[in-house]
């Protein structure tokens, strides 16, 4: 399959400019540096001990858990609203106007320090968590929509990589000697805005989705400039025809709503589907393994000065497992990788269940909770449990539903991610390790459901996809 300049340019466009934030975002909050220089700017006092906050005061403590969790809130409002941003503004619209949440939010955080308020910080994170609950809603539709279908699922992990890149680049400018200080934390904050930036001077100049053209606005002559265009040939009948088969399909049917998806018999088992891998990928233990990430290299023996650096190779294995996926999902396909994932994980989870049990009795197997953390991520990253239910969320249904099921996708996503966030410390205070445990039944249920119910989506045209569960 021929790749284009145009087709690459658009990808790298509208990833760089969207999810590379979503990851950005995520770990910028994260590190310890930033976290110490922001508060004692803002007359807040908190200390660092061994790569986690602790303050002089429960209130200071909660101030932050705000400042870091109103993002997720702000992503469960993006996401909700994925499908009205679509319908008005067309994919390519969407991500454009979304930028300027991107772009109020970097001001309002680079000249936070100045105004001495954390207010400011607050309210940049709720609209760049918005922000992102559109970008990752958007993004997938348009990958999906633009790329040919022989290499769409690898077109689609570019986005998921890019998430993976935006947090390893956090975690490296969050540290001391670069923009981790307190001179120069609001710079480090206020970066998110320069992929907006870059975003809103190219993606103007590149092509809408020829399928929204074609099938949500009734313009074959645009929708065929547009294909020419991303596939470097006017040789383009083949697809044309298909498009115009799908809109002929549901010529009586507009753009659904979230609730009439809801209501929808037809696409039951697809909406469930998605519901399920987006629930489970949040689910499955990434944010537990994180969560234990410090611990485990202070049993391992790494210096508390030295934990951010082995938090970044984590971050660049990570980036490299998902460069793997990249190269496999189109050759393995997206059920194998995601069961196999799922089933990868689960395993990692009892070996991480026995090394934490055991670390302070044998001193060797830290190394071991290494091990498993690389292997988890190889299981979550690399195998598919990272990027396939994204892919999934844009093949699984027709032009008239996609809008509709992307906010239910990514709304389900962030959903959960919030409750997460809220519920894992209590889960690890009662649990204690034996948390993974919950994580591996988890991993076990939704490798049955893929290997049972998820159908092969590899080189498939959305209408074949569809039929697949008219079936069910």
């Known amino acids: ?109 680079g000249t936070s320090k100045a105004a001495n308020s954390l207010e400011m910080i607050i309210i940049a994170r709720f609209l760049l968590g918005i922000f992102a609950g559109l970008a990752t809603g958007v993004v997938p539709l348009y990958l999906g929509e633009i790329s040919p279908k022989a290499i769409r699922g690898a077109l689609g992990v570019i986005s998921q990589l890019s998430i993976t890149i935006g947090i390893l680049t956090a975690q490296l400018l969050s540290l001391k000697e670069v923009l981790g200080t307190a001179e120069l934390w609001p710079i480090l904050l206020a970066f998110t805005g320069v992929p907006s930036a870059m975003q809103l001077c190219v993606l103007p100049f590149l092509p809408e989705s020829p399928r929204c053209l074609l099938i949500d606005r009734d313009r074959e002559d645009l929708a065929r400039k547009a294909l020419i265009k991303f596939r470097g040939t006017s040789d383009v009948a083949v697809e044309i025809r298909e498009m115009r088969h799908e809109a002929e399909a549901q010529a009586s049917t507009d753009q659904l709503s979230v609730l009439e998806v809801l209501k929808d018999q037809s696409v039951r088992w697809q909406i469930i589907s998605i519901a399920f891998i987006q629930f489970t990928q949040q689910m499955c233990g990434i944010n537990a393994i994180f969560f234990y990430l410090n611990t485990i290299f202070e049993a391992a023996g790494v210096a508390g000065d030295t934990q951010n650096y082995a938090s970044v190779g984590v971050g660049t294995v990570n980036v490299f497992m998902t460069v793997i996926s990249v190269l496999l999902m189109d050759r393995l396909g997206r059920k194998i990788l995601l069961a196999g994932g799922y089933a990868i994980a689960g395993v990692f989870c009892i070996v991480m269940t026995i090394s934490l049990n055991l670390q302070d009795q044998i001193s060797w197997i830290s190394n071991l909770s290494i091990a498993s953390v690389i292997g988890f991520i190889i299981g979550f990253a690399n195998q598919g449990v990272c990027p396939v239910p994204w892919i999934l969320t844009a093949e699984l249904f027709r032009q008239s539903s996609r809008p509709a099921a992307s906010s239910i996708g990514c709304g389900v996503n962030w959903t959960f991610n919030f409750a997460l966030a809220l519920v894992f410390p209590f889960m690890q205070k009662g649990m204690g390790p034996y948390v993974f445990l919950f994580f591996l039944c988890i991993c076990a249920i939704a490798t049955a459901y893929v290997v049972i119910i998820i159908p092969e989506t590899k080189g498939k045209t959305f209408q074949e996809i569809n039929n697949m569960f008219v079936k069910r």
Do not use: E
């Open 1 to 109: 399959q021929k790749v284009t300049f145009p087709l690459v340019l658009a990808v790298i466009v509208t990833v760089m400019g969207s999810t590379f934030q979503y990851g950005y975002n995520i770990a910028v909050v994260n590190a310890p540096a930033p976290q110490l220089a922001i508060f004692d700017d803002l007359n807040v006092c908190l200390t660092v001990q061994h790569g986690t906050i602790t303050t002089l005061s429960d209130s200071d403590l909660i101030l932050w858990s705000f400042t870091v969790s109103i993002y997720t809130v702000g992503g469960m409002i993006g996401s909700f609203s994925t499908g009205f941003f679509v319908k008005k503004f067309g994919r390519k619209g969407a991500l454009l106007v979304s930028n300027s949440l991107s772009i109020v939010g970097a001001i309002l955080m």
